[in-house]
């Protein structure tokens, strides 16, 4: 692969380029791969990935286009390449705007770095831990665990370097009833060696997979038609995830975006806060993909919106003060509601969560849900559940217990009220 002077050397050679942003990405992982508790792969895998966006600028337009750096590039094929995407930018350009500015440049360097055989090998054996059932098991085990390294260039000076290690697992556990086999599917992605929450995770999984050999009808039980309906894991993420791309300057630049400053969301008292960084959230970033460096910023102060977010080509068309950058987390708080004591449906899992931003749709088709009936939580399957999100957003309540994954931490479950069950 070309060195990063000779990269650089043949950007400023080329005079039809008015800026460049030059991203390198070194990943170091290892990877297993289990068939029931047997290890069939060990593999170390290091990959390095130079991208290039190059920038034709007039006084009124701004044009890019994108350039990948192979192992095969020297100085002659990249400066070909680099021509080929000047043409390309000047053929599709969008109103000017301009590169983030040298303010401090960002080096995010790890103290120590992991031993990746040892904590593969750790995390391993986490996840066996919780495989203890006699009618339950693990069908299948993929773990990679990878350290990172981010080097950010543009041509106003800007030169970031950020270090960051993760842990992904994706898991298929199987329970038995003795007439069928039920598999649900688990993924753990985080950037902490917390190995006991490992095998918590696994264990809550396997469990689940149990419920679900077990699952009944609608028709099987007498549920309240005003049941609290709670959703947590991806449809909550979903839901975050709208919220915070309504409030995004791409969403207000573009018109359409359902909320503006100063416009009441909810009833409810919560605040939700866009972030670079939190620690279990493998998302984490210090930098956004234009280098822009990544805080935080509040977008909804006690249910109302109060501030947008976003890069900086957005930024500069929405006329914003300060450009926050594209900050990847969102963490939540509210005061957590005593759901445990009354009826209330959980959704566990969904055979497809969907959302539909423009009309506020949302549901699916449940896979596994645990009804409590007041005495017992009842498993249950087949059925679906639908709303429109703008208005239960409403009157949503959150729970008391709390959770943390790849992009959100806040509160483990969302409540909602008035949810159509069918």
Known sequence: MMKKSEILSCLKANKNISAYELNILDKDSRELFYVLDHLEINRAVKVETISIKVYVNDKKSTGTSSVVVTAADDA????AKLSKAVSRAKAAKNPYYPLAEKKENLKDLAK???DLNEVATKVAKAVFKANVYKNGWINSTEIFVSNFKEEFINSNGVDHVSESFKIEIECIPTWSNKKEEFELYKFYESNKTDYKKISEEIDEILNLAKARSAAKTLK???MPEDVKVLVKNDMLESIVRNFAGDLNYRSS???DNHYNKGDKLSDTKFDLTMKGQIAGCSASRRFDSHGTALGSVKLISEGVVKNTYGDVQFGYYNKEAKITGNLPLAQIKAEGTDYKHKPHLIIENFSSPQLESDSGYWGGEVRLARY????????LTGFSISGNIYEDIKNVE???EET???RYKGPKYMIFKGVKIS
């Open 398 to 400: 959150f729970s008391k």
């Open 112 to 114: 120590t770095k992991k």
């Open 220 to 222: 099987d039980v007498k």
């Open 372 to 379: 409590y009936d007041g005495k017992k939580y009842i498993p």
């Open 76 to 79: 002659k094929s990249l400066s």
């Open 404 to 406: 943390t994954t790849s």
């Open 253 to 255: 630049f573009m018109h």
